[in-house]
């Protein structure tokens, strides 16, 4: 653990000719280890060109990708008297640039000087450092820390959100999928995490809910079953009740569009009828009906009991079970927000009894009208939404509150823009909506449409992979690991969707999880037990505590050229890639990043099987020590980024 503080880092470099590590107020060396080698070239181009240390350090940059080099000068940013020409002093740097322990000779591109760190020193300061972090390498919160800090943000993650008794469709699946990611990012970051599935338990499909199951053989006997087969005879009866009234409906909205009279008197009396009945019955469970609640809570309770262990296969634990409900039974959510608005002047009544906000009248007409109660008295989605935010706020006191929704901007943007016109500009600012595409939004893979059934596709896709001769090896052969694999596979096959569409994704895709090669959930797979295999084989051939040797005690001239160098770079940028995460809350650098680092180990394994082939490595053993920390680093840093996706690392 000796890298984790200043002295220790300082007693690393001894050897290397160079001072203690020069301080800077933005410079985070104990977590970046880039950062030690910025402040360094920060003072080497101080004295070289005159100018303030500061300024030297903020005109270096991290490159932007590793055939760039790793830090950049970036010399309009230096801000030098006189407007000197700057590729005249691009020239001057590369040439008059001693020679430095840390870098090797920099070349000059245009405005940009650029650096590559020095090979014979970057293994010895870097893979103690990551090793000595272990799965805080990378993170701002480190997971050891048993008190967190005292300024510690709090951040709402609201995602995955089916309703009850509906379909788990696509748009469920990802927000689950890109929800954990999200929440498992700022957590990374230091912050108080509330991970809340916001349940559709509210609503008119209520309503069908209740009709289906006086009419499909709803009784008691079915809550005394295991919440699987429960919560699947309640999805059954919904599915009833939906393809019943889905024709009456698809015929509305037709009628609506081509403003046709083509239904008979007795047509318009059955679809009004069930319509209406839909309506009467969440109605009676807004107003407190006993029998309505009595079932609601009911199935509400088998719902959340079926959805917690489900999830859990996916690695995901909620923190908090709330939805609609939780501001409309008791009424004082609702109607509090609803006689503020009326006070302030925000909601009128239009023409057809409903109260509406028309955000024309507040300064944007892109955002239409949106309904608050609807004629017969029910609440509409965007009032309980607005009443909803500010309970939470009053709960947690958030610092920020994140939607994972598909699509629904318009929605909320009215949500936001409401709580702002009701006076409270500071919590309308902590809310951000993070989109994805919703279609297709039939079930996924034709299946029943319960999350139970989608999971157990996702390990017979594993099987159907695993069929393959050769295509994992033994030890990922083991029934109880197939499950694990086929939902990991799932999450990266969706994460990586995202990846330069600006969250456009693609319908799922069954045969692309069998997928092995390329930027697919079981390639990372197999290369990350390809490298466990690696360490497995060099511990077993050494026969000794080398991996535990100091590191100024190892021979690292095995790792200073070809693709073990390039790994060792790309490990150096892991910190820099999860905060970039962070930042964008997109998945795809991070995936991008990792089968980078995959790309390069493999060219390092598949050197050390050839030279095990031709018998080299087994007298050799300079190489054992210094092979064994790499791989030991690599993998920490692949389990590093798998958590952060929310994938459980198998070997």
């Not at 000595?132 to 967190?148: E, M, V």
């Not at 809550?223 to 024709?247: L, N, Q, T, V, W």
């Not at 859990?312 to 939780?326: A, N, P, Q, R, T």
């Not at 896709?461 to 596979?489: C, H, M």
Request: aromatic residues 8%; hydrophobic residues 35%.
């Amino acid at each position: 653990m000796a890298t984790r503080t200043l002295d220790g880092l300082t007693a690393l470099l001894q050897g290397l000719d160079l001072d203690e590590i020069p301080t800077f107020p933005s410079a985070d060396p104990l977590r970046q280890p880039v950062d030690i080698f910025h402040a360094y070239l920060a003072v080497a181009l101080q004295a070289l060109v005159g100018c303030d240390a500061q300024q030297a350090y903020d005109s270096i940059t991290p490159a932007n990708t590793v055939g760039n080099g790793d830090l950049d000068i970036v010399l309009p940013k230096l801000k030098l008297p006189g407007d000197p020409n700057l590729q005249d002093l691009a020239a001057d740097i590369t040439r008059n640039f001693p020679a430095h322990p840390l870098f090797v000779v920099p070349w000059k591109d245009k405005a940009h000087v650029r650096f590559c760190l020095q090979p014979k020193a970057l293994p010895r300061i870097l893979l103690p450092y990551i090793l000595d972090r272990g799965p805080s390498y990378g993170i701002l919160q480190d997971p050891d820390s048993p008190d967190p800090p005292s300024d510690q943000k709090t951040v709402l993650v609201e995602f995955s959100s089916p309703n009850l008794g509906q379909d788990f469709r696509t748009d469920h699946l990802r927000s689950t999928i890109l929800g954990a990611f999200v929440s498992n990012t700022y957590e990374a970051m230091g912050w108080h995490v509330i991970r809340t599935n916001y349940l559709g338990d509210w609503g008119n499909h209520i309503g069908l809910l209740s009709l289906g199951w006086d009419r499909h053989g709803g009784s008691d006997e079915i809550f005394s079953k295991p919440p699987g087969e429960a919560f699947r005879a309640i999805h059954d009866i919904y599915s009833k009740m939906h393809d019943e009234m889905e024709p009456k409906i698809a015929a509305k909205r037709k009628k609506a569009k081509e403003k046709q009279e083509g239904a008979s008197p007795v047509e318009e009396e059955e679809e009004e009828a069930i319509f209406a009945e839909r309506a009467a019955a969440f109605k009676r469970l807004e107003e407190g009906d006993a029998k309505e609640v009595e079932l609601w809570e009911k199935i509400r309770k088998i719902s959340v009991e079926y959805y917690e262990g489900t999830y859990k296969k996916m690695g995901v634990v909620f923190d908090d079970y709330s939805g609609e409900s939780l501001v409309c039974r008791d009424g004082k959510g609702v109607q509090g927000v609803e006689e503020k608005l009326k006070e302030l002047g925000i909601s009128e009544q239009d023409e057809h009894g409903l109260w509406v906000v028309n955000f024309a009248n507040h300064g944007n007409v892109k955002l239409g009208t949106g309904t608050l109660r609807g004629k017969d008295g029910i609440t509409g989605y965007l009032l309980r939404d607005i009443a909803s935010v500010l309970h939470r706020h009053e709960k947690y006191g958030f610092d920020k509150l994140i939607f994972v929704v598909g699509e629904q901007n318009q929605h909320f943007q009215q949500v936001a823009l409401v709580i702002k016109l009701m006076g409270l500009p500071e919590i309308e600012a902590k809310l951000q909506h993070l989109t994805f595409a919703k279609n297709p939004s039939v079930p996924i893979w034709g299946e029943s449409g319960l999350l139970g059934d989608i999971l157990e596709r996702c390990e017979q896709y594993a099987q159907l992979a695993a069929a393959d001769s050769g295509a994992f090896p033994p030890r990922l052969q083991v029934n109880e690991k197939l499950n694990t694999l086929g939902i990991n596979t799932l999450a990266i096959q969706e994460l990586n969707t995202r990846k330069g569409n600006k969250g456009i994704s693609t319908s799922f895709d069954g045969e692309a999880l069998m997928l092995t090669e390329g930027e697919t959930g079981l390639g990372l797979q197999l290369g990350y037990a390809r490298l466990c295999t690696a360490i497995d084989d060099i511990g077993s051939s050494s026969g000794s505590s080398s991996s535990s040797s100091s590191s100024s005690e190892i021979d690292f001239s095995s790792l200073w050229e070809g693709s073990w160098i390039e790994v060792l770079r790309l490990l150096a940028r892991f910190p820099a890639v999860t905060n970039a995460a962070h930042k964008s809350l997109e998945p795809g650098p991070l995936l991008t990043y990792m089968f980078s680092v995959l790309d390069e180990l493999g060219y390092c394994l598949d050197d050390v099987e050839e030279e095990d082939e031709a018998g080299g490595q087994e007298s050799d053993g300079s190489k054992f020590a210094a092979r064994s920390l790499l791989f030991r680093s690599t993998k920490q840093v692949l389990e590093n980024g798998m958590r952060l996706l929310n994938v459980t690392p198998v070997s």
